[in-house]
């Protein structure tokens, strides 16, 4: 995982990075974490642990900060009270917010450009990650040629290039119709595998927390408190259905307040 202020501008260079001393926080820390938006209280007393490597799935309802903790992380936010320490991290919102002029390349290689990078150096960079990621031949489409999974394969192909350690998912798959999903869950669950970074992933789902996280926090309604976590002790690669998957969803969903 890069360093903070490396650059990555070549594969040798995100390579090296990796080797890299890592920062003080590896991880993600929040204590007592409070936000608000004018009298609208958000985060409440909200405490996380995400450690290096690591992949945690947050869940609650619609509300209760989940996108907020994402921004406190990311630094795109402060908290009115409490900590926040996390090493340099990159968000990927809700939408894949691809730029329609720019080739899916170019999109996925943007970060490197805003790094200082050359264009040449910065899609050479890119582009080894095409055929892995079940992108070969499509570098040069706009992103009005592509699919909606592969829109958001280039869109997480940018947030790994952005050479962060810690890298924040909101939603990444919510747009999606129901089959396309649970493929790029899978898809997901491998690049991980390769590509191993500290993941924070924001989701309605429980059954995606299950399949893809390490452990499960579950937040209350507004304002958004830790009401449980779960840890999930199972055997990759993980299937939707599968019996023990389904045991852990429907612990979560009681968490939630909700029947299963």
């Not at 929040?30 to 995400?50: I, M, T, Y």
Request: aromatic letters at 4%.
């Amino acid at each position: 995982m890069p360093a903070e202020g490396v650059i990555v501008t070549t594969v040798a260079d995100f390579h090296r990075a990796a080797a890299a001393e890592p920062p003080a926080v590896a991880g993600v820390r929040l204590d007592g974490v409070v936000k608000a938006f004018g009298d609208l209280p958000v985060l409440d007393g909200l405490s996380l642990r995400v450690e290096r490597g690591e992949t945690v799935a947050v869940v609650g309802p619609s509300g209760c900060g989940k996108s907020t903790l994402l921004d406190l992380i990311c630094g795109l936010a402060t908290p009115d009270a409490g900590t926040v320490a996390a090493a340099p991290a990159t968000l990927m919102p809700q939408r894949d917010a691809l730029l329609p002029w720019l080739s899916a390349e170019d999109n996925a290689a943007l970060a490197l450009r805003i790094g200082g990078a050359s264009r040449a150096e910065a899609r050479a960079a890119a582009r080894p990650y095409f055929a892995p990621f079940g992108l070969a031949g499509f570098e040069r489409a706009r992103p009005a040629q592509l699919s909606g999974g592969m829109r958001q394969r280039v869109a997480f192909l940018r947030t790994l290039l952005a050479g962060t350690a810690v890298l924040c998912l909101d939603e990444p798959f919510g747009a999606l119709d129901a089959l396309t999903r649970v493929q790029m869950q899978k898809w997901l669950a491998e690049a991980l595998r390769r590509e191993p970074r500290t993941v924070v992933l924001v989701t309605h789902d429980v059954e995606e927390a299950v399949v893809l996280a390490d452990r499960v926090v579950l937040l209350s309604p507004r304002p958004g408190r830790v009401v449980e976590t779960i840890d999930v002790d199972l055997p990759r690669p993980r299937r939707r259905g599968d019996h023990a998957v389904a045991d852990l969803a429907a612990r979560a969903l009681r968490a939630l307040g909700v029947d299963a």
